[in-house]
Nanobody, 125 residues
Framework: QVQLVESGGGLVQAGGSLRLSCAAS????????MGWFRQAPGKEREFVAL????????YYADSMKGRFTISRDNAKNTVYLHMNSLKPEDTAVYYC??????????????????WGQGTQVTVSS
């Protein structure tokens, strides 16, 4: 089992920045690639970013490239999502998740084994 707890969400103005954190406990954190998803009201959960076991490789959804950066600190059992140039359409609940898989097609919820409870990000215009 891996327990994941997100934090860092909040209310921010358009153009602003936030850093989300996801703290992991349980089985070896570094054994899992880690991802971020988000779910806006009335919409399906969508893939945001994925980072490899060591943090050396990453994948992003096209709409987040250049604005969002995923990183991890295995010594702290934490994965981060740095979000810049935020837009009102980035408003969503953001979730971190752990997966056993790696690759550019690991973008579906069913491919992830463990999930956090989510943290709300609201971007005002």
């Amino acid at each position: 089992q891996v327990q994941l707890v997100e934090s860092g969400g909040g209310l921010v103005q358009a153009g602003g920045s936030l850093r989300l954190s996801c703290a992991a406990s349980g089985r070896t954190f570094s054994s899992y690639p880690m991802g971020w998803f988000r779910q806006a009201p009335g919409k399906e959960r969508e893939f945001v970013a994925l980072i490899s076991w060591s943090g050396g490789s990453t994948y992003y959804a096209d709409s987040m490239k250049g604005r969002f950066t995923i990183s991890r600190d295995n010594a702290k059992n934490t994965v981060y999502l740095h979000m810049n140039s935020l837009k009102p359409e980035d408003t969503a609940v953001y979730y971190c998740a752990a997966t056993r898989y790696w690759g550019p097609n690991i973008v579906y919820e069913r491919q992830y084994d463990y999930w956090g409870q989510g943290t709300q990000v609201t971007v005002s215009s």
